[in-house]
């Protein structure tokens, strides 16, 4: 069997992709990053963590979360292996030599034994907003799982945290449960496929005409021409 390299590429890489071919290619491979925006992943990163204990816990005592009780599945029951997947569902394929990984949030299942993937997401908005990328996380950690054999369901769940401030600066939580229905993962092998031969290649590839990073980077050029 060929040895594995150390090339390993995220989710969010994958998604980045996606979005813009030549954004993945300068950050991923020459590591030239887009300008950081503002957003809610701080605040994120500081609720994920106490969710995962909330679900925890719950798993412990084979309850769920009471914002759950709608839904017709389960916490997955195995705490060792999820908390191996949080770390990264990882997915070595062999013709490209990379190996792909997500660090997914957490997990539910169904009576037929299918895995749900969950994620928990932050906001700051007045509006539970579903964005493309959401859906695309989703369906990423669901085939990287289909990847080591196990059997997913082609829907997610999103949960929301929505944080805000009232009139007299108390804050305000709100939570909400959003199913996404009609993942699909057959679509990623050829993803990878483009994605291995965008990293690979010595060519700066064509930018996705829609990217404001690479608008901006282009109009800076043409100042200096």
Excluded at 44 to 64: A, V
Excluded at 162 to 186: A, G, Q
Aim: charged share 40%; glycine share 2%; net charge neutral.
């Amino acid at each position: 069997m060929k040895k594995k390299t150390e090339i390993k590429i995220s989710r969010s890489k994958i998604d980045l992709f996606i979005e813009c071919p030549r954004c993945f290619w300068l950050e991923v491979k020459h590591n030239i990053k887009r300008p950081e925006k503002f957003s809610s992943a701080h605040i994120g990163s500081k609720y994920d963590p106490l969710l995962k204990r909330i679900f925890d816990e719950h798993r412990k005592i084979n309850k769920k979360p009471p914002e759950l009780e709608d839904l017709d599945f389960e916490l997955y029951p195995d705490l060792n292996k999820l908390n191996i997947w949080r770390k990264g569902v990882e997915y070595y394929h062999p013709k490209h030599n990379i190996t792909y990984y997500g660090k997914i949030d957490d997990l539910l299942i169904t009576k037929e034994k299918d895995l749900v993937p969950l994620d928990f997401k932050t906001t700051l908005s007045k509006d539970f907003n579903v964005y493309d990328s959401y859906k695309r996380e989703l369906e990423i950690y669901g085939y990287f799982l289909r990847k080591q054999g196990e059997k997913v369901l082609d829907i997610g769940v999103l949960y929301f945290v929505r944080i805000d401030i009232n009139e007299k600066f108390e804050k305000i939580e709100e939570r909400k449960i959003l199913t996404i229905e009609n993942l699909n993962y057959e679509i990623y092998d050829e993803i990878l496929e483009n994605l291995k031969e965008t990293y690979f290649s010595e060519k700066e590839p064509l930018p996705n005409p829609n990217c404001e990073f690479c608008k901006r980077d282009f109009e800076i050029i043409k100042l200096f021409k």
